[in-house]
């Protein structure tokens, strides 16, 4: 069998918010309410057909780093999400607010965060 990762928690402030913040900015659908996700202190957002992460409430979220290879369009509409939001983002974790998309590992990339200190980082082969 081949591993794969099924699912992670991911800490954060507020894991409703959280988790609408990451799905709106990625294109996912995100939970809508407490009642609807079923798992209580879990705000799930369905990366894709294997992948899930599971937002998780804790009292001083030390964040985490989450990288995600996407297409060229994939990234054009994060890309675009981000500058219609205002979201600061650059081309390096030491510089994410840069404005770049000139990554060392690929064609294009960027990162970007949240206020549970998570890091984001989106890479594009084209």
């Given at each position: 069998?081949?591993?794969?990762?099924?699912?992670?928690?991911?800490?954060?402030?507020?894991?409703?918010?959280?988790?609408?913040?990451?799905?709106?900015?990625?294109?996912?659908?995100?939970?809508?309410?407490?009642?609807?996700?079923?798992?209580?202190?879990?705000?799930?957002?369905?990366v894709n057909e294997t992948l899930t992460l599971d937002?998780?409430?804790?009292?001083?979220?030390?964040?985490?780093?989450?990288?995600?290879?996407?297409?060229?369009?994939?990234?054009?509409?994060?890309?675009?999400?981000?500058?219609?939001?205002?979201?600061?983002?650059?081309?390096?974790?030491?510089?994410?607010?840069?404005?770049?998309?000139?990554?060392?590992?690929?064609?294009?990339?960027?990162?970007?965060?949240?206020?549970?200190?998570?890091?984001?980082?989106?890479?594009?082969?084209?």
């Amino acid at each position: 069998m081949t591993i794969s990762l099924n699912h992670t928690i991911v800490p954060a402030v507020d894991h409703h918010a959280a988790a609408r913040y990451f799905a709106t900015v990625m294109g996912l659908e995100a939970p809508s309410s407490k009642a609807e996700n079923g798992r209580g202190r879990f705000a799930p957002v369905r990366v894709n057909e294997t992948l899930t992460l599971d937002f998780m409430t804790v009292p001083d979220p030390e964040g985490h780093h989450l990288a995600f290879d996407v297409d060229p369009e994939t990234f054009d509409g994060i890309l675009a999400r981000i500058r219609a939001a205002g979201i600061p983002f650059g081309n390096h974790p030491a510089s994410p607010d840069n404005g770049r998309t000139d990554h060392p590992l690929c064609a294009r990339g960027l990162y970007f965060g949240d206020d549970s200190r998570n890091l984001y980082e989106i890479m594009s082969p084209a």
